[in-house]
T-cell receptor
Framework: KAGVTQTPRYLIKTRGQQVTLSCSPISGHRSVSWYQQTPGQGLQFLFEYFSETQRNKGNFPGRFSGRQFSNSRSEMNVSTLELGDSALYLC??????????????FGPGTRLTVL | DAKTTQPNSMESNEEEPVHLPCNHSTISGTDYIHWYRQLPSQGPEYVIHGLTSNVNNRMASLAIAEDRKSSTLILHRATLRDAAVYYCILSGGAQKLVFGQGTRLTINP
């Protein structure tokens, strides 16, 4: 079974631009979560979508947004990019079994560099 | 979110067992204990999880203290491929993982 795929793998943008990252979950998985990883802050939860609805949200500014489509694929958007947004953005999918038992499967990430 | 405490780094030798500790004194009754690891240049991967009883799978074993305030991930025979950052995470009902700094495991040949 194919794993979680993320596109693009690498991206270079300049300050003030916006960017859209894409994530295709494992077939049959309905939950998609997004994380940001930086050397200083480590791995931080951005948001989680299930059945096209945002269920959980981390502590990030409104410039970070996302959506999920009916086929469970998800996109995240960052508007008005800042230098501090340079990071590895990871997507994870799960069946969404709930009760904290669900295993999350991570993609390889998109490395975003903001110049 | 309940927090976990792990040593920043640990070192072991190839083909020896490795015990990675995690303290979670504020764990709630509904929190599951999850372990993920992140190999260099890869996304995190699931290792094991448990609630109260010890758990075994093909990758590792998870030993949970009776009071659930600590747990230990056991790699029975470490290989060079096990060198990674290991994260101990508490997960309740919410579909999100709160990562700490993890333990960087180095395996010596």
């Amino acid at each position: 079974k194919a794993g979680v795929t993320q596109t693009p793998r690498y991206l270079i943008k300049t300050r003030g631009q916006q960017v859209t990252l894409s994530c295709s979950p494992i077939s049959g998985h309905r939950s998609v979560s997004w994380y940001q990883q930086t050397p200083g802050q480590g791995l931080q939860f951005l948001f989680e979508y299930f059945s096209e609805t945002q269920r959980n949200k981390g502590n990030f500014p409104g410039r970070f947004s996302g959506r999920q489509f009916s086929n469970s694929r998800s996109e995240m958007n960052v508007s008005t990019l800042e230098l501090g947004d340079s990071a590895l953005y990871l997507c994870a999918s799960s069946r969404a079994g709930g009760a904290g038992t669900d295993t999350q499967y991570f993609g390889p990430g998109t490395r975003l560099t903001v110049l | 979110d309940a927090k976990t405490t792990q040593p920043n780094s640990m070192e072991s030798n190839e083909e020896e067992p490795v015990h990675l500790p995690c303290n979670h004194s504020t764990i709630s009754g509904t929190d599951y204990i999850h372990w993920y690891r992140q190999l260099p240049s890869q996304g995190p991967e699931y290792v094991i999880h448990g609630l109260t009883s010890n758990v075994n799978n093909r990758m590792a074993s998870l030993a949970i203290a009776e009071d659930r305030k600590s747990s230990t991930l056991i790699l029975h025979r470490a290989t060079l491929r096990d060198a990674a950052v290991y994260y101990c995470i508490l997960s309740g009902g919410a579909q999100k993982l709160v990562f700490g700094q993890g333990t960087r495991l180095t395996i010596n040949p």
